[in-house]
């Protein structure tokens, strides 16, 4: 089966830094519930959720970013807003998703925003895990991380975005 190019990068990646990761091919995941019964060695709770977002600060500069959340909880537009100052928030529209992700598919986003050049954003929940799961750019291809690995090779900025 092919997947998509960004698979391989990632796992390129991964195999050069010497971080520890297992994969999971499975049938086609769109929602974070789907994805996790793939992969029943995690929780939903340790999903990497990635998500494409437009931002506009408050001098009216906008750029795209990429949030990532536990795959159990929600984007907290409100938090999000306070925490970065941010004038205005919105998610990245399909189209703007496929020209920034190189084609990757709404639910297969990897949390690796600097393959994409854009800044990450990760909740503080999802660095409490000792593992992480996240689709690598497929949605029939899933990789298992160490947190603190991931931490390390995107070096995202720690904030509070979940409802909760």
Known sequence: MAYHFLVQQILDLLKENNCW?????????????????TRPEYTIHQGAKAILAKIERSDKTKSFVLFVIPGDLRFD??????SLNLKNVRFASEEELAEIT?????????????LFDIPVYVDK????????VFNAGDRCFSVGMKSKDYEMLVRPQVVDIVVG
Request: cysteine-free; hydrophobic content about 35%.
């Open 77 to 82: 537009s409100k938090k999000v807003k306070l």
């Open 21 to 37: 990761f297992e994969t999971f091919e499975h049938e086609p995941v769109l929602t974070s519930e789907e994805a996790a019964k």
């Open 102 to 114: 190189h084609g990757v598919l709404r639910g297969a986003v990897p949390p690796f925003g600097n």
């Open 125 to 132: 929940k999802v660095l409490e895990n000792e593992k992480i």
